[in-house]
């Protein structure tokens, strides 16, 4: 079979409003009608074309081209409707299929004809099917649905109304034999059509016209009305008939040109490649039963059609396929015995017709004597006329006459371009085959490297570290991430290095909750050895605060989707909704692999800075935070007449003269603490020490290991002064043998928060240093029982305190609030000044 292709002439371009999703002429009718994604079906008449083609013919002799484009406006649109996914016309009526939240509805209107009123005439009929999950959107928008269902009629043999006058491409007419055992009696003694409904869950259903009609008068059961036929166990995306049978010679007589021919096998097409042939075929006690058999076609399935003598063509992204259901099609085996009258063959084998990348296709009534004209649509736009020879395997060569060489040039020509793209698509889609197993090789490798070395160095690290910088004239805080491969692999396509900087709730605020933003920054090409550096923004917030402490947490994402999804099915050659997406359970629903790198806590101690201990010539200016309204206050009860010297300066100066400063302590044992710092700081005394281990991540930690520095004043990133004071002092009442050196870690500010943070700061460090001291087997020395049991009672009581006073803080008025919000102030830094100690 050797097919050619034959050029043909556009006449005009219709340009719709949306994606067209479907389209059927009623040709008797010179009427087009089109389905439009999100926007329901037009209606366009070929009439008014036929005129303004005649009139434009003067004007276009001269050009190559002679076409133009026609805007299609919404007043052709006769049933708007957003939820619409496919219909089909017969006779005067229109049938639809509507997306439902989770149902699928079919409905029947009266259709209009073109230059009448356009909205239909009304609903005459409407029956649910069967229940679907919808896909996942956007909320309150529909999601457009990843396959089209698909709708047909189907007529018996002694339907009074002719299917090629009234009814559109899309229908067909069956042997009464077969129409019978599909549809049963009901429809069978009703001589009514069936709508045929192929569902993307791969159900295969029918309901009765004629039922569905008188339903509407009198409602009854929904589920008696609809017919489930078969499940194809993928989404349905073609359904046609042919007839498989040889027809006698004397009904191919009768049978007049353009009048439907009875077919007796339906056919069922998934994207994949399953097929079902449903055939009337007899039994061995006799009895007419259905034939029902599934085949495995390759796939993906981009279109189809049924033509004569039993043949299916289907296309795929790399070839054009044909086979044959006819009993006669392929010689029997004589060693195997007869299946009897009606069977269809066990197994088909496609025939390669040499043409890829055709995304629609329609079997013309007109042919040549022995062969088949097929009108194909490709993906790049050319539209064909492809003749097959079907009796080309006859053997010998036929005299060729001197007026058909011409013809056979361009038929050869024609294929060879055919052969020529196929193969460039089909070299195109190896080497994204190759690409994608090189990347998930590396990405496999990457993987392993990372999961198997939980303990020591990672060979793919990202560190975080906290500055300072000035933007836009205000102070910001940044943390820079450096992502660096220290592996034998590259990371390359689809890896992606996500960042998700998680803030606290505020620290005046209990109710408030946290924020979450996620960065993605794509990797490009990260050789090994190398690095790349992001710096992002923690504050401050849009309302001025600096919301400690931040969590950075980084982590590596491979995009599955990204890599192998293009080589499985690859778009750039065709655009069809059933292979631009992934084929299904063959990509995990996570879509990538996820490899976390670091989790980082930005607190305050990281971000203080320390103007008094840089150089005069570098320091920097005070910070101002935001306005508060304490310092307002404070401000505002200065006297007019003060001299400059007298008072106070500024509000901070006034808050720390009117308002004591808040103080929180940590004591901690002077043993646990030179036990856990001797590698690191040894011949440093241990106050020291222990001031330069809380700073271990503040970029002032050089200068305050330079001066041996055992105190320091810093400023917080909201502009309050923070004192940290580390000092050795000795206990006596707790240990029987004696007194026990304590370190003790002291923190004052004048701003609550920040004591709160710092504190909250030390502590996070404190219960690292002791996890890690646990796990060496460091055991704490002989204790008082007794006082410990004391004090952690008069915790028990300070702790119920604080909940009466919070408690009594609700139901009192403004005076005796004041009394017990200050006595509440006092057990809380009761609470802050314990006096258990870190052992």
């Known amino acids: 079979?050797?097919?050619?292709?034959?050029?043909?002439?556009?006449?005009?371009?219709?340009?719709?409003?949306?994606?067209?999703?479907?389209?059927?002429?009623?040709?008797?009718?010179?009427?087009?009608?089109?389905?439009?994604a999100q926007k329901g079906v037009y209606c366009l008449s070929l009439d008014h074309l036929s005129r303004s083609t005649s009139q434009d013919d003067g004007d276009s002799e001269d050009s190559e081209l002679p076409s133009f484009v026609i805007p299609v406006g919404p007043d052709a649109c006769i049933l708007p409707d957003a939820s619409l996914c496919a219909f089909t016309v017969l006779e005067d009526t229109l049938v639809t299929l509507v997306q439902g939240p989770t149902q699928w509805k079919m409905q029947l209107f009266e259709r209009p004809c073109p230059?009448?009123?356009?909205?239909?005439?009304?609903?005459?009929?409407?029956?649910?099917?069967?229940?679907?999950?919808?896909?996942?959107?956007?909320?309150?928008?529909?999601?457009?649905?990843?396959?089209l269902p698909v709708l047909c009629c189907v007529s018996p043999p002694a339907s009074r109304v002719p299917h090629g006058q009234l009814w559109g491409p899309g229908s067909f007419t069956l042997k009464e034999a077969l129409f019978g055992l599909l549809f049963g009696a009901d429809a069978?003694?009703?001589?009514?059509?069936?709508?045929?409904?192929?569902?993307?869950?791969?159900?295969?259903?029918?309901?009765?016209?004629?039922?569905?009609?008188?339903?509407?008068?009198?409602?009854?059961?929904?589920?008696?009305?609809?017919?489930?036929?078969?499940?194809?166990?993928?989404?349905?995306?073609?359904?046609?008939?042919?007839?498989?049978?040889?027809?006698?010679?004397?009904?191919?007589?009768?049978?007049?040109?353009?009048?439907?021919?009875?077919?007796?096998?339906?056919?069922?097409l998934g994207p994949y490649g399953r097929t079902l042939a449903i055939k009337a075929s007899w039994d061995e006690a006799g009895n007419l039963v259905p034939e029902l058999r599934e085949y495995c076609l390759p796939g993906p399935?981009?279109?189809?059609?049924?033509?004569?003598?039993?043949?299916?063509?289907?296309?795929?992204?790399?070839?054009?396929?044909m086979v044959d259901l006819a009993r006669g099609g392929a010689p029997l085996d004589p060693t195997q015995p007869d299946e009897g009258p009606?069977?269809?063959?066990?197994?088909?084998?496609?025939?390669?017709?040499?043409?890829?990348?055709?995304?629609?296709?329609?079997?013309?009534?007109?042919?040549?004597?022995?062969?088949t004209e097929l009108l194909a649509l490709s993906a790049k736009g050319r539209l064909m006329i492809c003749s097959l020879d079907l009796n080309s395997e006859a053997p010998g060569l036929s005299p060729v006459s001197r007026a058909n060489t011409g013809q056979k040039i361009k038929e050869l020509l024609s294929g060879i371009g055919n052969v020529s793209e196929r193969v460039s698509?089909?070299?195109?889609?190896?080497?994204?085959?190759?690409?994608?197993?090189?990347?998930?090789?590396?990405?496999?490798?990457?993987?392993?490297?990372?999961?198997?070395?939980?303990?020591?160095?990672?060979?793919?690290?990202?560190?975080?570290?906290?500055?300072?910088?000035?933007?836009?004239?205000?102070?910001?805080?940044?943390?820079?991430?450096?992502?660096?491969?220290?592996?034998?692999?590259?990371?390359?396509?689809?890896?992606?290095?996500?960042?998700?900087?998680?803030?606290?709730?505020?620290?005046?605020?209990?109710?408030?909750?946290?924020?979450?933003?996620?960065?993605?920054?794509?990797?490009?090409?990260?050789?090994?050895?190398?690095?790349?550096?992001?710096?992002?923004?923690?504050?401050?917030?849009?309302?001025?605060?600096?919301?400690?402490?931040?969590?950075?947490?980084?982590?590596?994402?491979?995009?599955?989707?990204?890599?192998?999804?293009?080589?499985?099915?690859?778009?750039?050659?065709?655009?069809?909704?059933?292979?631009?997406?992934?084929?299904?359970?063959?990509?995990?629903?996570q879509e990538g692999i996820c490899l976390p790198l670091s989790r980082h806590t930005v607190d305050l101690l990281q971000s203080l800075r320390f103007p008094g201990l840089a150089p005069p010539c570098t320091q920097a200016p005070p910070l101002r935070g935001p306005a508060d309204p304490v310092d307002a206050f404070l401000e505002a009860c200065r006297e007019p007449g003060s001299q400059p010297g007298s008072q106070p300066a500024g509000p901070a100066s006034l808050r720390a003269a009117y308002l004591p400063p808040s103080v929180a302590c940590i004591k901690v044992s002077?043993?646990?603490?030179?036990?856990?710092?001797?590698?690191?700081?040894?011949?440093?005394?241990?106050?020291?020490?222990?001031?330069?281990?809380?700073?271990?991540?503040?970029?002032?930690?050089?200068?305050?290991?330079?001066r041996a520095l055992s105190s320091v004043q810093g400023v917080a990133p909201d502009g309050a002064d923070v004192h940290l004071i580390v000092r050795e002092v000795a206990v006596t009442d707790l240990c029987p043998a004696g007194a026990i050196q304590v370190v003790e870690i002291q923190v004052e500010?004048?701003?609550?928060?920040?004591?709160?943070r710092a504190h909250h700061a030390i502590i996070g460090r404190m219960q690292t240093m002791v996890r890690q001291q646990a796990a060496q087997g460091s055991s704490p020395p002989d204790l008082r029982v007794q006082y410990l049991r004391q004090i952690h009672a008069n915790h028990e009581t300070l702790l119920r305190e604080v909940q009466m006073l919070r408690d009594r803080l609700c139901v009192e008025d403004e005076a005796s609030s004041c009394t017990t919000a200050q006595r509440l102030l006092q057990v809380y830094k009761q609470l802050r000044s314990p006096s258990l100690i870190l052992l």
Not at 218 to 245: C, M, N, Q, S, Y
Not at 308 to 321: E, I, K, M, N
Request: proline share 9%; aromatic share 4%; with cysteine.
């Open 749 to 756: 500010s004048s701003s609550l928060a920040d004591v709160c």
């Open 115 to 147: 230059g009448e009123d356009p909205q239909p005439g009304g609903q005459i009929g409407e029956v649910e099917l069967s229940t679907y999950a919808p896909p996942a959107g956007v909320p309150g928008k529909p999601a457009d649905p990843r396959f």
């Open 1 to 36: 079979m050797v097919p050619c292709t034959a050029p043909l002439w556009v006449v005009a371009a219709y340009r719709f409003p949306g994606q067209v999703w479907h389209l059927e002429l009623l040709a008797p009718r010179r009427a087009l009608y089109v389905l439009c």
């Open 425 to 589: 698509f089909l070299k195109k889609a190896v080497d994204q085959r190759n690409k994608a197993l090189t990347s998930l090789n590396e990405a496999m490798n990457v993987s392993c490297a990372l999961l198997s070395s939980r303990e020591g160095p990672k060979p793919i690290s990202c560190t975080t570290t906290v500055g300072w910088s000035r933007l836009q004239l205000q102070d910001v805080l940044m943390a820079t991430c450096l992502l660096e491969n220290r592996s034998a692999f590259c990371l390359g396509q689809g890896w992606t290095l996500c960042i998700q900087v998680l803030t606290s709730s505020s620290a005046l605020d209990l109710d408030s909750a946290g924020s979450a933003t996620t960065y993605t920054i794509p990797v490009g090409q990260l050789s090994p050895g190398s690095q790349r550096e992001v710096t992002l923004p923690l504050g401050p917030g849009e309302n001025g605060t600096f919301d400690l402490p931040v969590t950075v947490s980084c982590t590596l994402f491979y995009s599955l989707r990204e890599v192998v999804g293009r080589a499985l099915a690859p778009s750039d050659s065709f655009e069809d909704p059933c292979v631009d997406e992934d084929p299904p359970d063959v990509l995990p629903e």
């Open 670 to 706: 002077a043993e646990l603490l030179r036990a856990a710092l001797d590698d690191s700081h040894s011949g440093v005394p241990l106050c020291c020490a222990t001031l330069q281990w809380l700073l271990a991540e503040n970029a002032a930690v050089d200068v305050v290991r330079a």
């Open 188 to 268: 069978t003694l009703l001589e009514s059509p069936v709508i045929l409904c192929g569902l993307p869950d791969g159900q295969l259903c029918s309901v009765a016209l004629k039922v569905l009609v008188t339903s509407r008068s009198a409602p009854g059961d929904p589920k008696a009305l609809v017919k489930i036929l078969h499940h194809l166990e993928e989404p349905v995306i073609f359904i046609g008939a042919l007839r498989t049978e040889p027809q006698a010679e004397e009904a191919a007589e009768e049978t007049l040109p353009g009048e439907d021919v009875h077919s007796d096998c339906l056919v069922a």
């Open 342 to 371: 009606g069977g269809l063959p066990p197994l088909l084998c496609p025939a390669s017709l040499s043409i890829c990348s055709v995304v629609t296709l329609a079997v013309l009534s007109r042919a040549p004597e022995g062969g």
């Open 301 to 321: 399935v981009l279109c189809a059609a049924c033509g004569g003598g039993g043949r299916v063509y289907h296309s795929t992204p790399s070839d054009l396929c």
